[in-house]
Nanobody
């Protein structure tokens, strides 16, 4: 079984920075694609950043140049560095990892973090 634990959210003023972490533990053979989503008040969950297994990045246009997704494979941890935060970045942020639990598995399974609140004040 695999568990994801998110941390790093909080309250920050506009223009500030936060770094979110998503640590995976348990039976892990390999972490494939990794993604960060967010869900603002009254909004649908949206994909904001991703890394595929080759570490090719994807960013939603509204966060491009401000957010950076990265991973530390040795620590089974994924990060989202968020700079120049804006009030419209206020949301619950979720990590989503595709994890192979064993070399016997041909494909990974989807795992979600518990979500962490980011609030940006103006």
């Amino acid at each position: 079984q695999v568990q994801l634990v998110e941390s790093g959210g909080g309250l920050v003023q506009a223009g500030g920075s936060l770094r979110l972490s998503c640590a995976a533990s348990g039976s892990i053979f390999r972490i494939n694609d990794v993604r960060w989503y967010r869900q603002g008040p009254g909004l649908q969950r949206e994909l904001i950043a991703a890394l595929n297994i080759r570490d090719d990045p994807y960013y939603l246009d509204s966060v491009k140049g401000r957010f950076t997704i990265s991973r530390d494979n040795a620590k089974n941890t994924v990060y989202l560095q968020m700079n120049s935060l804006k009030p419209e970045d206020t949301a619950v942020y979720y990590c989503n990892l595709d994890i192979q639990e064993s070399y016997l598995n041909a494909y990974g399974r989807d795992y979600w973090g518990q979500g962490t609140q980011v609030t940006v004040s103006s």
